[in-house]
């Protein structure tokens, strides 16, 4: 699904979403900057005929809002998010891992 995938860590490059001034008041967003994963992927179809990915996080819990086709948690276009490398986010992971220092002999 154009390089998104369930559980994959992503990042906010362009938090001027669309239809954010749509939205009610105390709806949470996502922020330019922020790391979010991907809790769900859905393809809207716009009326030119192309399909748009959706994006739903672990991080953010919206409740159901009204909407066009009934009660409907919010989804973020996925346009606003850059997939993030694993390999590349685990050399980070390493680098301030906590050191562990190994003891050899245990007093007794």
């Known amino acids: ?11 906010c490059i ?3 979403l669309y239809f954010t001034g ?5 709806m949470t967003l996502p922020r330019k900057g922020a ?6 992927i859905e393809a809207f179809r716009v ?8 994006l739903r996080f672990d991080e953010i819990r919206n409740p159901e809002y009204p909407s066009s086709i009934g009660p409907y948690e919010p989804v ?5 998010f850059k997939p993030l ?14 050191i ?6 245990v007093p007794a």
Do not use: E, K, S, W
């Open 1 to 11: 699904m154009d390089g998104y995938r369930l559980g994959q860590l992503v990042a």
């Open 14 to 16: 362009d938090d001027n």
């Open 22 to 26: 749509l939205c009610p008041d105390g």
């Open 35 to 40: 790391v979010y994963r991907i809790r769900t």
């Open 47 to 54: 009326p030119d005929g192309r399909h748009l990915l959706f």
């Open 76 to 80: 973020f276009d996925a346009r606003a």
């Open 85 to 98: 490398d694993d390999r590349r986010i685990d050399v980070f992971r390493r680098a301030f891992a906590p």
């Open 100 to 105: 562990v220092r190994r003891v050899d002999v």
